[in-house]
């Protein structure tokens, strides 16, 4: 079994930063190791990129709320009654670490009933506890603590397969303007279960989800190549129909 939470923020600094809580990283090399995670995208461009494992026996998280220790960094939330969580990750590792609120400014969503189901290899489970939330605290990078605010996203998943054996390829991402907000994922499987295409995608106005929908699809132009990638990336994704 895999499984981690995820967090992102937008932020007023320049930067960009991605933090994942790994109960159980999936990817390769690293497959089944507890630990943290820290991409910080510089404001010139230049990425940091660590993780940092843990023995098992510095992971613990609740059955019952999102509240996640790995050796000394956290995860927590606090939800009032008639209001939306606010979580508090507070992660500090060497020269790279941060301390962020993220308000959500959404109510939580997850397409159908959360879990996708790949026949007789396994499931997949994915929920947004929030696609869109305020962030406010610091960042640190190397010596600096820098105050930040930005916009932020969180996502949970976990699955009981390696889910690069049966990927193609993939898109996923959001997409904010002042009232509405966006995510999707579009999956791209390969014949291992029969070329299946896995979409989804949730739409807000203001805090409310109006649209659940896996009925959609992407034009992909304006392709550009990336030489560390070694591929061609589509910069412009127009959708070709969407439906409730």
């Known amino acids: 079994m895999y499984e981690w939470w995820y967090f992102d923020a937008h932020l007023d600094s320049g930067h960009v930063l991605v933090v994942f809580f790994h109960a159980s990283n999936p990817n390769p090399g690293r497959e089944g190791k507890s630990?943290?995670?820290?991409?910080?995208?510089?404001?010139?461009?230049?990425?940091?990129q660590k993780f940092i494992p843990y023995d098992k026996s510095r992971f613990s998280a609740a059955r019952d709320k999102p509240e996640v220790t790995i050796g000394g960094n956290t995860l927590r939330v606090e939800q009032r009654e008639g209001e939306l969580p606010v979580y508090e990750i507070d992660v500090q590792e060497k020269e790279l670490g941060c301390h962020l609120m993220y308000t959500a400014e959404i109510n939580g969503w997850k397409p159908g009933t959360g879990l996708s189901h790949f026949g007789n290899l396994g499931f997949f489970g994915w929920v947004i506890p929030f696609a869109r939330a305020s962030v406010e605290g610091t960042i640190t990078?190397?010596?600096?603590?820098?105050?930040?605010?930005?916009?932020?996203?969180?996502?949970?998943n976990w699955l009981n397969f390696s889910f690069q054996s049966i990927i193609r390829y993939w898109m996923w991402g959001r997409i904010y303007s002042e009232?509405?907000?966006?995510?999707?994922?579009?999956?791209?499987c390969n014949e291992k279960?029969?070329?299946?295409?896995?979409?989804?995608?949730?739409l807000a106005d203001g805090k409310d989800v109006i649209l659940s929908s896996g009925e959609f699809g992407f034009l992909k132009t304006d392709f550009e190549y990336n030489p560390k990638a070694k591929y061609h990336f589509p910069k412009k994704l127009p959708s070709t129909h969407l439906r409730r």
């Open 193 to 202: 279960v029969d070329n299946h295409t896995v979409k989804v995608l949730m």
């Open 179 to 188: 009232n509405f907000t966006v995510a999707y994922a579009y999956i791209q």
């Open 35 to 48: 630990g943290m995670e820290i991409v910080l995208l510089r404001p010139d461009g230049k990425r940091v």
């Open 141 to 156: 990078d190397g010596n600096k603590t820098i105050q930040v605010k930005g916009i932020g996203y969180h996502d949970h």
